[in-house]
């Protein structure tokens, strides 16, 4: 079955950077577009990056933009979400997700991971 597996969240101080994972399996990976989501308590879950299925240029809600990018790798079935100058307010849960076009919509994505913790401090 197919499997969206992150890994890499944790605890991290204002300011700081970090990379997500999130390992694909059960699937033909480049033929879906990938998508990093995140979640904070008590609110929607919300898009964050999306990446195309040849890595091209990613594309961003307009609140991450110059602080997240996300990267794939193909040939491992691997796809990336790079955060920097982190703050308190992109505390969540982050979760990958697998769909069929770009979109920044959850209901274009068919698959997704457990999605790991992710805490600024302050």
């Known amino acids: 079955q197919v499997q969206l597996v992150e890994s890499g969240g944790g605890l991290v101080q204002t300011g700081g950077s970090l990379r997500l994972s999130c390992a694909a399996s059960?699937?033909?990976?480049?033929?879906?577009?990938m998508g990093w989501f995140r979640q904070a308590p008590g609110k929607e879950r919300e898009f964050v990056v999306g990446?195309?299925?040849?890595?091209?240029?990613?594309f961003y809600a307009d609140s991450v933009k110059g602080r997240v990018t996300s990267s794939r790798d193909n040939a491992k079935n691997m796809v990336y979400l790079q955060m920097v100058a982190m703050n308190p307010a992109v505390t969540a849960v982050y979760y990958c997700a697998a769909g069929d076009w770009p979109s920044t919509s959850t209901r274009n994505y068919n698959y997704w991971g457990q999605g790991p913790q992710l805490t600024v401090s302050s």
């Open positions: 059960g699937l033909t990976f480049s033929s879906y577009v």
């Open positions: 990446i195309t299925r040849s890595g091209g240029t990613p």
